[in-house]
């Protein structure tokens, strides 16, 4: 390499270090400097007790190796400026040293200590949040994952329904955290919501767990973190945390059966007909189908198909007429359907309030 060369390698190496600089200041700020709602994915601003642990974890890991960064990084900046050629060199070989017990135990027994010390600490918070009791009067949920949809039960409530989680807010006068235990239909999943716990796979014939206390009221994005097949990047979780009394009033209207609403007969009908019925429940029905979503409060839901769909007369229509179209690869078949039976059907379920 010749002279210039090398001048502009460590401008550059300098350059790029110094612009990685603030990406270290992320892990220590607090989290209400990201003003965001609470619809954010961001990980470092948690709210909920199993976020805020993994964010603390986080933040410690990242500093230590920021600082082994900034470390190595500087002892290369250093021997390339200072030991680099100059004019007048003599092109001798430099004295030659054959080992230094001192330096090799110090670099063998530093990184050790530094790596006993990242797994002890992660070891400590996995086993903190996973051995915490199931205090009493916590809300029960069953998760289960499915291609490519989320079931939600809520077992003493007597409540069903897919894709949209609601919980109460659980601040720290009124805790109030939620259970979940985690199932699989299918194939492996992983519920993730970034803001309220860490990533837990829903795996075929194993019962896993976790939970959460979200301290804010609002609504809190996620995402199934593991693929899943053809659909997984459209498997999208929403949680609506609530106050008590929104949560218990929710519950209340979740646990009726469907309304029978006057002048959707022909609708009902073409879902009592097709082969609706065999993979939809609608509870007040004969449909009683498990293998796709509850519909049973359908317009409850502000989204179709695991958040990608908005819930809107036309996307269902859409839906209905052609599911293949707005979700590739989807389950559930296109059924064939004239317009006048399409339109019946839709008036239908948009009376499953
Ligand atoms: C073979 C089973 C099957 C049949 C038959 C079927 N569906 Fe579905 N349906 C599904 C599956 C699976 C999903 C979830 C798709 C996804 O989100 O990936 C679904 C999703 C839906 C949704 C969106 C629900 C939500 O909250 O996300 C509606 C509405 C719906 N189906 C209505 C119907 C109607 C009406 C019929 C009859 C015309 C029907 N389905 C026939 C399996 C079926
Ligand atoms: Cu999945």
Redesign the pocket.
């Known amino acids: 390499m010749t002279v210039p060369s090398r001048v502009a390698a460590v401008r550059i190496l300098t350059r790029s270090a110094l612009r990685a600089l603030p990406l270290l200041w992320l892990a220590a700020l607090p989290a209400d400097v990201f003003a965001e709602p609470t619809t954010g994915t961001n990980i470092f601003a948690p709210l909920s007790t199993h976020a805020e642990a993994i964010q603390r974890l986080a933040a410690f890991v990242l500093w230590i190796s920021g600082a082994i960064f900034f470390i190595v990084f500087g002892l290369i900046v250093v021997a390339l400026v200072r030991f680099r050629r100059r004019p007048g060199d003599d092109d001798a070989e430099p004295p030659q040293i054959y080992g230094s017990r001192q330096v090799e135990v110090a670099w063998t027994v530093v990184p050790v200590l530094i790596v006993i010390v990242l797994g002890m600490t992660t070891a400590r918070t996995i086993f903190q949040l996973q051995d915490r009791p199931r205090p009493e009067g916590a809300l029960e949920v069953i998760a289960i994952g499915?291609?490519?949809?989320w079931e939600f039960r809520y077992p003493k409530l007597g409540i069903v329904t897919?894709?949209e989680l609601h919980v109460p807010v659980s601040d720290t006068a009124h805790p109030a955290p939620t259970f979940l235990t985690l199932l699989s239909g299918d194939v492996a999943h992983s519920f993730w919501v970034p803001r309220l716990a860490g990533k837990t796979d829903l795996i075929p014939n194993k019962v896993n767990s976790t939970w959460i206390d979200p301290r804010q009221p609002g609504l809190y994005l996620g995402q199934c973190a593991e693929y899943c097949g053809t659909?997984h990047a459209?498997?999208l979780l929403r949680v609506y945390v609530q106050t008590r009394e929104d949560f218990n009033k929710w519950a209340a209207s979740q646990r009726e059966a469907a309304v029978a609403a006057a002048g959707v007969t022909a609708g009902r009908r073409?879902?009592e007909t097709?082969?609706?019925l065999?993979?939809?429940t609608v509870r007040g029905t004969i449909g009683n189908?498990r293998?796709?979503?509850d519909?049973t409060h359908?317009m409850s839901?502000e989204?179709?198909?695991?958040g990608?769909v908005p819930?809107t007369p036309l996307a269902?229509r859409a839906?209905?007429k052609s599911?293949e179209h707005l979700?590739p690869g989807?389950?559930?078949?296109a059924?064939q359907?004239d317009d006048a039976r399409l339109d019946s059907?839709v008036a239908y379920?948009r009376s499953l309030q």
């Open positions: 499915r291609q490519w949809w897919a894709n659909q459209k498997m073409v879902f097709t082969a609706c065999n993979c939809h189908g293998y796709g979503p519909l359908l839901r989204t179709i198909a695991a990608a819930n269902l839906w209905l599911p979700k989807v389950l559930m078949p059924m359907l059907l379920l």
